[in-house]
């Protein structure tokens, strides 16, 4: 199942943490620890929690929703096959995760034009985002945790590649 998790989160999860990262708003960063090698299985478990505890807040432009709305369609196969995959239906959180950003596919494709929607609609779609992501930084976290523990190697590339340092150079310099 872990395997599958990584594929989403390669192919499309952690695109979608980095397009989300520059939309947090306060706190939203807090969740989420300052990765390198050395972070510990401890440090990461708190995370889980304090994510599991945080709403997240965006600020989301329309420009934004756009973004996410092509994002989300081009990954949109990606998406229903892992949703019509029972396996994963039964890692009940991840599944959540991925309902939450379906649900947000399926609003923004049902709108032909997000300039014109009216602030109230806007409101309800930041909502979705938020949840989306909030949902996804989790099962992130959570994935980081089994990496670590059984796939350093992995470990090493995803904190290289943290969506949430996108300033961070993938080259191994130490």
């Known amino acids: 199942m872990n395997m599958v998790i990584g594929v989403f989160f390669s192919d499309l ?12 708003q306060g706190d939203g960063l807090a969740c989420a ?23 997240p807040e965006l600020q989301v432009t329309v420009a934004d929703l756009q973004m996410l709305r092509d994002l989300l369609r081009q990954h949109e196969p990606l998406l229903l096959q892992l949703l ?41 779609l930041t909502r979705d985002a938020e949840r989306a992501y909030g949902r996804l930084l989790r099962e992130w976290l959570q994935y980081l ?15 290289r590649t943290d969506p949430l340092a996108p300033e961070r150079p993938v080259i191994v310099t130490e």
């Open 33 to 55: 620890p300052c990765l390198n090698m050395k972070t510990s299985e401890a440090d990461l478990r708190a995370a889980v929690q304090a994510a599991a505890a945080h709403r």
């Open 13 to 24: 999860g952690r695109t979608l943490l980095a397009q989300c990262r520059p939309m947090l």
């Open 84 to 124: 019509a995959n029972p396996v994963l239906l039964e890692h009940e959180e991840f599944a959540d995760a991925l309902w939450a950003i379906q649900h947000l596919e399926e609003e923004l494709a049902a709108r032909p034009d997000l300039a014109a929607s009216p602030p109230s609609d806007l409101a309800h």
């Open 145 to 159: 945790l089994h990496l670590q523990r059984y796939y350093p190697y992995l470990f090493s590339f995803e904190v």
